[in-house]
């Protein structure tokens, strides 16, 4: 290390410095004869005064002190070693655990000698350790370039080994990746790129929700290696009973096959499934004939009840529009022979209720006092002074027994829920509807969805408006002939999509209830093996207003009744929680707190799914190992050349280390001993000056 003085001034400066002590120590101790101080005494006390004058006149000029530094920084070798399941799962598991773990360990010990060597595994996930079990469910390669970014960006990389079967399923391809510097990498072949006899559920595809009583897709895609002539069977089974099974015969040896599968879901809840093909004689791994898969059933079927005055075109319309949707399922009914509860159902649609002969004051008011939702259809039939006293939201005053037709002109500013762009396009052209020659006056809640177009003018006359008061949401149509727009719509697109997309959001705007629980939590509903089950939780005072103060505990019952108990943490006004992985299964969760002497519990289900996606290939891709070490400058190397691959690396020529030159400023009155010399000569100056009598 070199180092030199710079001052911010020319250096003849430092004669004005040492001048200023020299004067400062000639008159205190040389001219001034009333001190009674020996000669050593003050030759000593001006040699300090000297000093500390002149140090002090000296960092007036601003001197730094500029730093030479060397440093030598040895090459890094960077070892990555696969540790997903693919690797043990063929017939060298025994020796992968074993021999090649030992050849491993001599391989770093080699390389130790003369590089600093940092291992880690991949899989899931990178980790920097130096043990592998061979336990990880995916792989994913591209990770081991970003943690080669992330953390060797600007070192001494000098090479990177990447011990693997080359298989990856998840993340970028590595061919397309780069790492920092143009660093070699050599590759370490593991694995058998031989195909042997397998049978391989390869993939399912289905849809993770579905209805009561539907049919639902199932696709499975089959794959069978050096299997052809042979014969084996699929089947799928259901709470310890086969639902469903094929046999497949195999006609040649790189076999693929999806087979498509309606199933029929006949229980509400969240169901499991396993798709199993049978094994035949000489499989390499029985692991990969299996797959489970979880489907939640649900009732959530919205019960639409559409009641009439009369027969009328518009409510077959309103039904088929209801029935294209699956999410809803609607009865017709005209008021004198309904006979049912209004409790079964959703929505109510009164069509042209209250009307001139039939009030359904009793239906209309037991529907308020449900908060049930409803959707008033007026039209030449409807009683107007009966519906202005259901405090809509809307009051009509009619004018004179005519009627005008309008067509819609959507509002751009309706807000309440948001309309394809189909439907705005598609419904101002569509036929008019027969609205009451009336004047129309809005509560302030309202929102409007179309305004009456007349001819060519636009008018304030709401055709389609909804209010909500209190926790009931209500929709008003103005008028009759909803029909001819479905009509309308099959003759300018030759479908009904536009109509029946309009019809499923007024239903499903009407029919959603809003939340108004004051605990609540929530989590994903599918989640698979290795990913965590998160939680977050909200608690609520009376006032709608986020609390966190109290306690949440929660508990997750395993499917066979162990139980694990965990406390929510704090974040920022809710809660959250990570309870960790679990294995496959489904489980329930119930949470539970006590906020202002009142208990609160909320309770859901999860389920885990398996993850078997190791199994589905099992064939080693060594291409990939050899483009990945010839495009970067390095070789791949087999598990029997390890004392070649060491050597390889130890005789490169551009392997060594680096020396940086690194210069340093510094201000030396930021030099700490600086300041208690300064303060050592002062102090012992005024010690000894005031041991002598002096001031």
């Not at 469903?244 to 599968?261: G, P």
């Not at 309606?262 to 169901?271: H, W, Y």
Request: with cysteine; hydrophobic share 40%.
């Amino acid at each position: 290390m070199n180092f030199q003085f710079i001052l911010g001034q020319p250096w003849w400066f430092v004669l004005f410095c040492l001048m200023a002590g020299a004067l400062a120590a000639g008159i205190l101790y040389y001219r001034n004869q009333q001190m009674d101080l020996t000669l050593w005494q003050k030759r000593m006390l001006a040699f300090f005064r000297f000093g500390t004058i002149v140090l002090l006149c000296f960092f007036l000029l601003s001197p730094l002190l500029r730093l030479h530094l060397n440093r030598n920084q040895d090459p890094i070798i960077v070892l990555f070693q696969d540790n997903s399941q693919s690797l043990v799962m063929g017939a060298d598991s025994l020796l992968m655990k074993g021999a090649y773990l030992e050849d491993l360990a001599l391989l770093r010990s080699g390389l130790q000698q003369n590089f600093q060597l940092h291992t880690y595994s991949f899989g899931e996930r990178v980790l920097q350790t130096d043990s592998f079990d061979f336990s990880d469910r995916i792989t994913d390669i591209s990770q081991v370039f970003a943690t080669l970014e992330s953390h060797y960006s600007n070192r001494n990389l000098g090479a990177i080994i990447l011990a693997s079967d080359g298989i990856y399923n998840r993340g970028q391809n590595p061919r397309f990746l780069t790492v920092p510097g143009f660093t070699p990498i050599y590759t370490l072949a593991l694995g058998d790129t031989v195909a042997r006899r397998d049978l391989v559920i390869n993939r399912l595809n289905h849809n993770r929700i579905t209805y009561l009583n539907n049919l639902f897709p199932l696709e499975i895609v089959v794959e069978a290696r050096q299997a052809s002539g042979l014969n084996s069977r699929v089947k799928i089974e259901h709470e310890g009973r086969v639902v469903w099974e094929q046999r497949i015969s195999f006609n040649s040896d790189h076999y693929f096959q999806t087979l498509a599968v309606q199933l029929e879901a006949t229980d509400v809840g969240i169901k499991r499934y396993s798709v199993t093909i049978d094994p035949i004689e000489g499989e390499i791994s029985t692991a990969n004939n299996r797959q489970d898969f979880f489907i939640e059933v649900i009732d959530s079927r919205q019960k639409v009840l559409l009641l009439a005055h009369a027969p009328h075109p518009d409510l077959g319309a309103l039904r088929m529009a209801l029935e294209d949707n699956h999410n809803y399922e609607a009865k017709v009914s005209l008021l004198r022979d309904f006979s049912g509860s209004l409790e079964e159902y959703n929505v109510i649609v009164w069509h042209q209720l209250p009307s001139q002969t039939q009030a359904a004051a009793q239906l209309i008011g037991q529907a308020t006092r449900l908060n049930l939702p409803q959707l008033f259809i007026l039209g030449a039939q409807s009683n107007l002074q009966a519906f202005n006293r259901l405090q809509t939201g809307l009051q009509i005053a009619q004018r004179t027994q005519g009627f005008n037709d309008a067509r819609a002109d959507i509002n751009p500013q309706f807000t309440l829920f948001q309309p394809t762009d189909e439907i705005n396009r598609v419904l101002p052209q569509l036929p008019p509807l027969q609205t009451h020659f009336a004047s129309y006056t809005l509560s302030p809640a309202a929102q409007v969805f179309a305004y009456q177009r007349i001819g060519n003018i636009t008018t304030t006359f709401p055709l389609v408006v909804f209010s909500e008061t209190a926790e009931r949401k209500t929709g008003i149509i103005t008028g009759e002939g909803l029909w001819r727009w479905r009509l309308g719509n099959f003759a300018r697109e030759e479908n009904h999509q536009a109509f029946n997309d309009w019809v499923s959001r007024i239903i499903q705007y009407l029919s959603v209830v809003e939340d108004k629980s004051f605990f609540r939590v929530f989590t994903r509903a599918f989640i698979y093996e290795n990913e965590p089950a998160l939680f977050t939780a909200e608690l609520y005072n009376r006032s709608y207003e986020l609390v966190n103060e109290p306690e949440v505990n929660l508990r997750i019952t395993h499917p066979e009744g162990v139980n694990f108990d965990y406390t929510f943490r704090q974040a920022g006004n809710a809660y959250s929680l990570n309870a960790g992985a679990f294995p496959a299964g489904e489980y329930r969760y119930t949470a539970s707190v006590n906020f202002g002497g009142e208990d609160f519990t909320a309770s859901g289900l999860f389920t885990v799914s398996p993850l078997n996606i190791e199994a589905v290939n099992t064939v080693a891709d060594h291409n990939l190992l050899f483009q990945l070490a010839e495009n970067s400058g390095g070789r791949m190397f087999y598990p029997d050349q390890m004392n070649e691959l060491v050597k390889e690396i130890t005789e490169r020529d551009d392997i060594r280390p680096i020396v940086y030159t690194q210069y340093e400023f510094e201000d030396l009155i930021n030099l700490r001993w600086i300041f208690f010399l300064l303060l050592l000569m002062l102090s012992v100056e005024w010690f000894v000056r005031k041991y002598s009598g002096g001031y």
